[in-house]
């Protein structure tokens, strides 16, 4: 990597995007020494990274491709390591919790479903127990009488990610990153197929920032930056709402059927998720989705419809058409894409930051790319 003159509105990397994705790359990059400025529209991780319910769920989503999952276990893997650093870092707890999660079944459907990821998983040697009903309803008392099949996945884990959020930043600040919330990219300025600069607007008031690298971490709004139709076309806003309830019994284990769950947090609260829409960028909470949470929550939890109900709010993944993320190089030489981490941004965001440091400092990664490649969206 060569190094840009050091001075005001230059970096040794310019990271665009202040969420998880980008700030853990800052993190690692700040680590190897590099100069690195994040420039994030709003606040530091105040939109999908913090709307997440906090799911380290490898096995719980039945990820595929095969080399997708391989990724994610890999990811849930380092976790143990990334927590320590950042609440080392930081000072500040995230609430990290391996304690597991219990997927339940009602329909045929879903019961046949379960033991199918049971026998494709344990062929895998990926630890998980098959349950009945009952032995459901012993790890996590007051679940839904009709629950006849379960499994244990003593391998999904959770955190808070608001909290992660916080000492992230935290984190970041301490090793030297210089975070710049409310500064608004507006353009990329590219030259022989290469980024120069970003316009930066809003608060930071039109200014340029220059950089010898670039990377494109704006989560569901980096087709905004790309110039290319077809990205627009290929990475897309999928909202999902999330409802917090009190909870007077502390709910063991992260329980679900299919995308909805019950996810527990520190001081007596649950969060109940989600839907999965395409709405453009609308953040709004609507009572059909409150509705479908509720409804889908309480068919396996029926304890949740007494608990006192505390806020609501929706956040947008970053989507792409074959629901794969979006990281290496496109056209631009010096830009490296790390984004489209849909579903499953907090718990890629140790494995991600690997690969993308080791692409900017590099120029390689160990991870293989090809799957991951941005330049499949435009073909
Ligand atoms: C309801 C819900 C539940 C979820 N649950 C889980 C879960 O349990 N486990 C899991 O692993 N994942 C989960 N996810 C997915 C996860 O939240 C995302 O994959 C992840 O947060 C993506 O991180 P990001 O940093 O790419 O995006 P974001 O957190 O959205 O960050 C992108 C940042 O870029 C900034 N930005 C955008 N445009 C510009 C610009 N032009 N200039 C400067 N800054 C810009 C934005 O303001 C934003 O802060 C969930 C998501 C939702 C919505």
């Known amino acids: 990597m060569n190094n840009k003159?050091?001075?005001?509105?230059?970096?040794?990397?310019?990271?665009?995007?202040?969420?998880?994705?980008?700030?853990?790359?800052?993190?690692?990059?700040?680590?190897?020494k590099a100069k690195v400025t994040v420039l994030e529209r709003g606040e530091i991780g105040a939109e999908a990274s913090s709307a997440a319910a906090g799911m380290l769920a490898p096995q719980g989503e039945m990820i595929s491709p095969p080399a997708f999952s391989d990724l994610c276990l890999k990811s849930r893997d380092l976790y143990p390591g990334f927590v320590a650093e950042i609440e080392e870092l930081s000072g500040e707890k995230?609430?990290?919790?391996?304690?597991?999660?219990?997927?339940?079944?009602?329909?045929?459907?879903?019961?046949?479903?379960?033991?199918?990821?049971?026998?494709?998983?344990?062929?895998?040697?990926?630890?998980?127990?098959l349950l009945t009903g009952d032995e459901a309803r012993r790890r996590v008392p007051g679940l839904a009488a009709e629950i006849r099949t379960a499994l244990f996945v003593p391998?999904?884990?959770?955190?808070?990610?608001?909290?992660?959020?916080?000492?992230?930043?935290?984190a970041c600040t301490r090793l030297g990153v210089?975070?710049?919330?409310?500064?608004?990219?507006?353009?990329?300025?590219?030259?022989?197929?290469?980024?120069?600069s970003v316009t930066v607007g809003g608060n930071g008031g039109g200014t340029t920032v220059?950089?010898?690298?670039?990377?494109?971490?704006?989560?569901?709004?980096?087709?905004?930056?790309?110039?290319?139709?077809?990205?627009?076309?290929?990475?897309?806003?999928?909202?999902?709402?999330?409802?917090?309830f009190e909870s007077p019994d502390e709910l063991p284990h992260v329980v679900r059927a299919g995308h909805f769950y019950l996810v527990p947090r520190a001081s007596h609260r649950v969060v109940a998720g989600t839907t999965?829409?395409?709405?453009?960028y609308d953040k709004a909470v609507t009572a059909e989705g409150m509705r479908s949470v509720i409804e889908g929550v309480s068919r396996i939890a029926p304890f949740i419809k007494n608990?006192?109900?505390?806020?609501?709010?929706?956040?947008?993944?970053?989507?792409?058409?074959?629901?794969?993320p979006v990281v290496g190089h496109g056209e631009l030489k010096n830009l490296i894409f790390s984004t489209g981490h849909f579903r499953n941004g907090i718990l890629l965001a140790p494995a991600n930051a690997q690969v993308v440091s080791e692409l900017t400092l590099t120029g390689k990664s160990t991870t293989p790319s090809e799957l991951y490649s941005p330049l499949r969206l435009s073909r």
Request: glycine share 10%.
């Open 5 to 32: 003159a050091q001075g005001n509105g230059s970096a040794d990397v310019v990271v665009i995007g202040g969420g998880i994705i980008g700030c853990a790359v800052a993190m690692r990059l700040a680590q190897a």
């Open 94 to 129: 995230v609430g990290y919790r391996t304690d597991g999660a219990v997927l339940v079944g009602i329909s045929d459907a879903e019961c046949h479903e379960l033991e199918e990821t049971y026998h494709v998983q344990t062929k895998r040697g990926l630890p998980l127990e």
């Open 155 to 170: 391998g999904d884990h959770w955190l808070d990610n608001v909290r992660l959020m916080s000492a992230l930043a935290k």
């Open 178 to 196: 210089t975070l710049r919330p409310h500064s608004d990219v507006k353009k990329l300025n590219a030259t022989d197929g290469k980024v120069e």
């Open 210 to 244: 220059s950089a010898s690298q670039f990377i494109l971490a704006a989560g569901c709004w980096s087709r905004d930056l790309t110039a290319s139709p077809a990205m627009e076309k290929s990475l897309q806003p999928c909202r999902g709402q999330i409802l917090e």
């Open 276 to 280: 999965a829409e395409y709405t453009g």
């Open 307 to 324: 608990y006192r109900f505390t806020r609501a709010w929706a956040g947008l993944r970053p989507d792409t058409k074959d629901h794969l």
